[in-house]
C-alpha cells in the first residue's frame, strides 16, 4: 500500500533546493528526536550529496532519554556530526554554532591551504515539515524571523538569515517523500505530528499508537488515563468518561481518540521513541 503526500510547494522547494546547494558549505538536518530513522527523508541524501552535515534530533525532551542517548552515537560518522537538542530550552545558539564550527573542520583546514580567509558558515537547514525548522532558526538570531506553528507545511520559501556572526542560514520547506512504501514509518510520521492526520484514518492511528504503546510504555496509559487494562474500547471509555465525552447517555468514543492522538503528539503522554 502506497501512501501519497506531496503539496505542490515541495516539489517547487526541492528544485530550488537543488539549485541552491552550491551557495552552502554545509547542512543542518533537523529530525525528530522520536523516530530518527523515520524523520529521515532519503531526498536529503541526494539533495546534500557529500556536504559536511550537522544531524540535529530535536524535541529531545519528548523523547526517551535513553534511547536518544543511542541514537546519538549510532548515527555519528565521518563528515557528520550529530546533537540533541530542546530548542526552547537548551542553549541552542552556542550548541548549534559549535556543532558547525566541528563538522566544518577539515573544509576550514582545505581553505587555509588555499588562502582563503575565514567568513561566516553558509548552512542550509532541511528536514521534514514539523520538525522545529523555523523554532531553530529563530533561536538561532534570538529574535523572531520565521513563522512557527505546530502543523506541517508553514514555511513555503527558501529565505536567507544571518544569525550569528559565524553562521549564515537558508531556511527551507519541510521535505516529506511524494509516497510512502512502508505504511508503518507513515503511521510514525503521522503519530509525531509530521504529516496532516488526515492522511490515515483515525481508527488506523489510534490502533496503532494502542499496540505500540501496550509494548513499549504501558505505564503511560495509567499514569494520564488512570488505565491499568488491556482493551481498546475500555480506554477510549475511560477518556470518555474523565473528560465528560458523552451524548444522550453514550461515550461520544470518536471524540475520545482524537483528545488520546493529540494528546500523544504533544507529549502529554510523557517521553518516549518511536524507533
Known sequence: MSIHWFPGHMTKAKREIE?????????????????????????????????????????????????TTQWVKSLSADNTVVIALNLLKDD?????????????????????ARGIQPRA??????????????TLINQLAKKKL??????????????????????????TPGLLWGRFEDKDVAMKLALSGSIAEKV????????????????????VLLAR?????KDKTELLETIAKNRGYV??????????MVTFLRELRQGDLGPMSFE
Open 200 to 219: 490515515l484514518p483515525t481508527e488506523e492511528l489510534f490502533d496503532a499508537a494502542f499496540d505500540f504503546l501496550m509494548v513499549n510504555y504501558p505505564h
Open 121 to 134: 558558515v553558509k548552512a542550509m537547514v532541511l528536514g521534514i515539515p514539523n520538525v522545529g525548522k523555523s
Open 19 to 67: 539549485a541552491r546547494l552550491g551557495m552552502v558549505d554545509c547542512i543542518i538536518e533537523l529530525r525528530d528526536s522520536r523516530l530518527p530513522l523515520s524523520s529521515r527523508n532519503p531526498l536529503i541524501d541526494q539533495l546534500s550529496k557529500d556536504k559536511p552535515r550537522l544531524i540535529v534530533l530535536t524535541k529531545k525532551d519528548m523523547s526517551d532519554p535513553q534511547k
Open 92 to 112: 541552542t545558539r552556542k550548541l548549534i554554532v559549535e556543532g558547525v564550527l566541528k563538522v566544518m573542520e577539515p573544509k576550514f583546514s582545505r581553505w587555509k
Open 146 to 171: 520565521m513563522t512557527v506553528a505546530n502543523k506541517p507545511g508553514v514555511t513555503m520559501a527558501l529565505k536567507w538569515a544571518n544569525v550569528h556572526p559565524q553562521l549564515d542560514i537558508l531556511d
Open 247 to 256: 451524548q444522550n447517555g453514550e461515550y461520544k468514543l470518536n471524540d475520545a
Open 225 to 229: 488515563y488512570g488505565y491499568r487494562g
